[in-house]
């Protein structure tokens, strides 16, 4: 954590393409720890009713809803994504991030995971089948929980 305010601290969560399980991690953690989770997608989302959890509906478009999450980010908060460079943008205004397979991007290897994402990029755009993420599985709901208890602990 940084020199944010830890109580005010919240999570954005970039919610197109974040798992179901992850979802429900984040909802209980809302619920137990008390921290505003904020879900950013292009479509309506189904959130449980709690004083904790919101769903943020943007436009449609590219990047709208990383735009919106980078815009409202602030130091402390955390936001869950997988998109690399959303994750760069959140670091450069102080916010911590992690991906769904509780992976931290850190100042010290997101350069390294952008070059690798456009490297792969590339190859794609010259119709190389570079294969897809592997299936998601327990543990990586697990490693994404620790990471997430980890970033709550500093909260306090």
Known sequence: MNDADPASARIWVDAD???GPIKEILFRAAERAQVQVT???N????TPSSRHI???QVQGGFD???DAIAERARPGDLVVTQDIPLAARVLANGAEAINPRGDRYTPDNIAERLSMRNF???LRGAGV???GPAAFNARDRQAFANQLDRWLAGRG
């Open 17 to 19: 393409a974040c798992p």
């Open 39 to 41: 879900l950013v997608a």
């Open 43 to 46: 479509q309506w989302l189904r």
């Open 54 to 56: 919101r769903a943020l």
């Open 64 to 66: 709208v809803a990383d």
């Open 120 to 122: 792969m990029d590339e």
């Open 129 to 131: 089948q570079t294969g």
